[in-house]
């Protein structure tokens, strides 16, 4: 029989030595380093996930009065923030995508509030507490008149509702107001008396004029048995009940030659400001 080689018996005792330590070295209480965890900033649920936030930079502050009927707020969001959405009063949430500003127009008399809110990375959480601002709009002094709300949106072929009102008028008796519209975009049906000029054990003459073809207004107003007789401070005098009918935006606007406030003494009341109103038919 051949004799093996030494070479061989070398490696062969190698072999067995390294296996030998490897059992000897497993057996020992040398600390293990544990595996890293991966931690996903998308999942809310995650110690890492950091809520979106936004933060109004400039524009009215809370209890602030502005003296235009139009705002803009600007506002930024942290690292989190993917895109925003705002809102102003009741209208709903608009989606401003990339954008962080907001124009705001048409806005009524009154206290308005504006909310913006942050959308996070992940595109389903939201800013969950956004700041709400609280402010006024006193744009428009008085004695005035004015279409309330300043714009509606409208539906081809349906019908909406403007109101005319009296801003911050003194002893009113009575009132004319001449009163211009697009008659291929609107009709106006009827033109009813308004809650300021009655009450008080009185009532409201109203004698309108509605011309459809030409787009004109003609209301003469009065109120009667009132006591006192004349109205102060700020209502609705008319409203008016129209349609419409094709898409675009509709302006009524006074014509200012035409119109004209009476107190108590039948003595002429100069008006400062008329406003009109738009609808937009979409």
Not at 50 to 58: A, N
Not at 95 to 105: I, V
């Amino acid at each position: 029989m051949k004799a093996n080689h030494p070479y061989s018996i070398i490696l062969l005792l190698g072999a067995i030595l390294v296996v030998t330590i490897a059992f000897s070295f497993s057996g020992c209480d040398a600390p293990l380093t544990p595996p890293q965890i991966f931690t996903n900033p998308m999942d809310t649920a995650s110690s890492t996930f950091v809520s979106p936030f936004s933060t109004i930079i400039s524009g009215p502050e809370d209890g602030d009065i502005i003296t235009t009927e139009s705002v803009i707020f600007n506002w930024k969001g942290n690292s989190s923030a993917y895109q925003f959405s705002y809102m102003i009063d009741s209208s709903g949430w608009s989606t401003s995508a990339g954008y962080t500003s907001a124009y705001l127009e048409y806005l009524d008399e009154g206290q308005h509030t504006f909310i913006v809110r942050a959308l996070h990375l992940n595109t389903t959480s939201v800013e969950s507490n956004p700041h709400v601002t609280l402010f006024t709009v006193d744009a428009v002094k008085g004695p005035s008149a004015m279409f309330t709300p300043r714009r509606i949106y409208a539906a081809v072929g349906q019908p909406f509702t403007f109101s005319v009102s009296a801003e911050e008028v003194n002893s009113l008796y009575g009132a004319r107001l001449s009163i211009r519209y697009d008659p291929a975009k609107v009709a106006v049906d009827t033109i009813s008396p308004g809650s300021m000029m009655q009450g008080n054990g009185g009532s409201a003459i109203l004698l309108p004029t509605i011309d459809n073809a030409t787009g004109t207004i003609l209301v003469d107003i009065a109120t009667v048995g009132r006591h006192p007789k004349g109205v102060s401070g700020s209502g609705t005098l008319a409203v008016l009940k129209c349609r419409a009918l094709t898409m675009g935006n509709a302006d009524f606007t006074f014509v200012r030659s035409d119109c004209s406030y009476r107190d108590t003494l039948n003595t002429p009341v100069a008006i400062r400001d008329l406003v009109g109103g738009r609808v937009v038919i979409r």
